[in-house]
């Protein structure tokens, strides 16, 4: 039997493949491409091009494909075979530089906002080769940038590269400040943690709202859910222990570093999580994870549910997005060291993130919403959709020495006594954990805990990449060719605290009192639905960060806040639909068919027994009665509401009817079902419940 040693990374052109295929000029050509980000000769590309074709011919791959992540937000890809017509009647393999980093998909029928009319249709794919390659069934998978015909970023991965370089370029100018000139690269990492449910197959196909919305619109509270924490760190259960170990072994293959895996807090509910790449990798990565968790529940009779809500009542599904920056020397510019207070370089990475979170609070909440998680924030499961940061103790200490001009006598360390002498001793870490909070950090790196599980975790990091390079810019800006650099450092750091400590709270995230402190006192931003935030994304201040970092245009920005706004339109739109369908078709007939049986059963125990009352059954008739009429009444009130969209003038004002009127009809009727459900008998209703669902997997 192979070690995971043997076959790690056995499906990706990695470096390890690349230095021993490629001549010694090309790898190093293209390393220089890779590191540096300097231009790609035609002919270096034709030699990677013919070594990759090889390989992939060699793991049995016959096809290869541009892979992108348009505006949809999952993946696209179209194949072409290796074959050429050659003249003996026969076939040769070729794959050329022009096609390595060059592709024509059309473009006419992803998401454009308004970038592109429908009959244009050419767009162009273009290699990254800062994300390796890889091998998925029979098909070489080319990581590419998506642009449009007039060369308009059409998908996520061109913007997040440009907020990659734009943080290079401002973090490079601020190690310049502190006498580094050998360092050539800042580089962010990220390490997505994703959470997911696993339910059967046949549950999954026994409900509607799963197939078509991801998420269930109808359902009751079961008897138990997640009150007893036992689900959490449980033991895993032996078919979905055999998942993992799956899942583990396709992850590997394709060099990514899943690391940890636990069951989660709801039941069914679990956790992958992996170690650090940079944040375009990471990016490719998590895609891939998601794609790939997918399709082996399929070959275990499961289902993966990435929807951030799936089942009401219980935790919904996250994805930490655990952010670092980084030299390429190693360094972590977010490592405090032993002595922060002495650290003026951490210190100044650390305001400048500080500063950015509070300054650009509605783009981080903006690079989060969907209608999915609107659900999830602000339960109390997940962070509110008030943004916070939290930094601990310690470096709370520090900064308040630093903003009082008072000395700081350093946090002490705390020697752990647990009163069994045979257990290790160690020392106590010098700040706990907050899992309340949206913006964390965690010893070395921040986590952003906002993003929903079926996000890509690009916009999140773009948002974030371009807000502190326009933090380390001002910094940069006001530091160089200053005569006292201490002096203005200090006074740089005082100021920023002093100008945004608001942003920084260390309690309970949950708490009612704090939405009021953070709204009311503070004058934070509390954008709890994506109609709210979504718009902002055009406000001046923030139009004009991203285009000064050259991360958007105007006319990308405009197009992604159409594109979002229309995504969630289009997913309540289905939900709401697909509600008026189950009540009608099938809940609705389901309750009248018991109330009728019931309605039978007293007549005939009345003829037999005129004495008795039957009060349990004339009670539960005409609740059950009245119940079915506001199924239906709610039904139709929902589908009315649905109608009316249709004269919304523009986006904006159809997402507002969409917060406003849709989905408050949607939770009447669902109420009512709910309620329903209850009191009718299992054997009548039309659908798997909770209980049902959410214990299925043994």
């Known amino acids: 039997m192979k070690s995971v040693k043997d076959y790690f990374g056995s499906l990706v052109f990695d470096d390890r493949v690349m230095k021993s295929v490629l001549s010694a000029k090309v790898y190093a050509s293209l390393k220089k491409t890779i590191d540096e980000g300097t231009a790609l000769d035609i002919s270096v590309a034709n030699a990677v091009a013919s070594a990759m074709k090889d390989w992939a011919i060699s793991k049995g791959a016959t096809h290869f494909t541009h892979w992108f992540q348009p505006l949809t937000g999952i993946t696209a890809e179209k194949h072409d075979s290796f074959i050429s017509p050659s003249p003996d009647g026969g076939v040769i393999m070729e794959f050329s530089g022009k096609e390595l980093i060059k592709g024509e998909p059309d473009a006419s029928s992803f998401p454009s906002g308004g970038l592109r009319a429908t009959f244009e249709a050419r767009g162009y794919t273009a290699w990254d080769p800062t994300s390796y390659a890889f091998i998925k069934g029979k098909t070489l998978c080319i990581p590419t940038a998506f642009c449009s015909y007039g060369g308009h970023a059409l998908d996520k991965k061109t913007p997040l590269l440009r907020s990659i370089e734009a943080l290079n370029k401002q973090a490079l100018r601020v190690l310049r400040l502190f006498g580094n000139k050998n360092v050539k690269r800042i580089v962010p990492s990220v390490g997505p943690e994703q959470e997911y449910f696993l339910i059967t197959k046949e549950m999954y196909d026994a409900r509607p709202d799963l197939r078509f919305t991801g998420r269930t619109l109808f359902g009751a509270k079961p008897p138990k859910g997640q009150e007893m924490d036992d689900h959490y760190f449980g033991v895993i259960k032996p078919r979905v222990a055999a998942y993992m170990e799956e899942l583990n072994e396709e992850l590997w293959k394709l060099g990514i570093l899943a690391k940890t895996e636990h069951n989660e807090v709801a039941p069914a509910q679990h956790e992958l999580a992996p170690i650090y790449t940079t944040t375009n990798v990471a990016t490719d990565h998590n895609q891939l994870t998601m794609e790939i968790m997918q399709k082996i529940a399929a070959k275990h009779g499961l289902v993966c549910l990435l929807h ?31 002595t922060p207070y002495e650290n003026a370089q951490f210190l100044l990475f650390l305001c400048a993130v500080i500063k950015a979170v509070d300054d650009y609070q509605d783009l981080l909440r903006i690079s989060v919403a969907t209608a999915g998680n609107d659900h999830r924030l602000g339960a109390n ?53 907050n899992r309340t909070s949206p913006f964390a950090f965690t010893g070395n790196k921040f986590e952003f805990r906002m993003l929903g599980s079926s996000n890509s975790i690009a916009c999140a990091n773009i948002m974030l990449n371009s807000a502190v390079a326009e933090s380390l810019k001002i910094y940069a800006d006001r530091l160089e060719g200053v005569e006292d650099f201490e002096t203005a450092l200090h006074e740089m750091i005082k100021k920023t605290i002093k100008d945004h400590k608001r942003i920084i709270f260390n309690g309970n995230g949950y708490d009612d009192a704090w939405i009021k402190e953070a709204t009311e006192n503070r004058g934070l931003l509390n954008y709890r639905t994506t109609a709210d935030c979504m718009p902002h994304l055009l406000d001046k201040k923030n139009a004009d960060m991203l285009t000064s970092h050259k991360v958007f245009s105007i006319s990308e920005l405009n197009s992604r806040c159409e594109i979002m706004l229309e995504n969630y339109c289009k997913s309540v739109t289905i939900e709401a639909n697909t509600m008026v369908d189950m009540a009608k078709t099938q809940i609705a007939p389901a309750v009248e068919a018991f109330t009728a049986d019931i309605a039978k059963n007293t007549v005939a125990k009345r003829t037999v027994s005129p004495h008795i009352a039957c009060e349990y059954e004339t009670g539960l008739i005409n609740q059950l009665s009245g ?18 969209l249709g004269n919304a003038k523009d986006i904006i004002e159809e997402s507002e009817l969409i917060r406003d009127s849709v989905l408050p009809k949607m939770c009447e009727l669902r109420l009512t079902a709910d309620t329903a459900e209850t009191l009718t008998a299992k054997s009548y209703w039309p659908y798997p419940s909770y209980a049902d669902i959410l214990f299925s997997v043994k």
């Open 381 to 433: 499961e997940a962070p509110p959709a008030v943004i916070s940061i939290f930094l601990g103790d310690e470096l709370n200490a520090v900064l308040k020495a630093i903003e009082t001009d008072t000395p700081y006598e350093g946090a002490e360390k705390t020697q752990m006594k647990l009163g069994v002498d045979v257990l290790p001793k160690f020392n106590r870490d010098t700040t706990d954990r």
């Open 308 to 338: 951030e809500k799936p089942f009401a009542g219980v935790n919904g599904s996250g994805k930490h997005n655990n952010w670092s920056i980084s030299t390429d020397e190693g360094q972590n510019l977010l490592s405090p060291g032993d």
């Open 627 to 644: 119940l079915t009429d506001k199924i239906e009444k709610y039904a139709d009130e929902l589908k009315n509401a649905v109608v009316a």
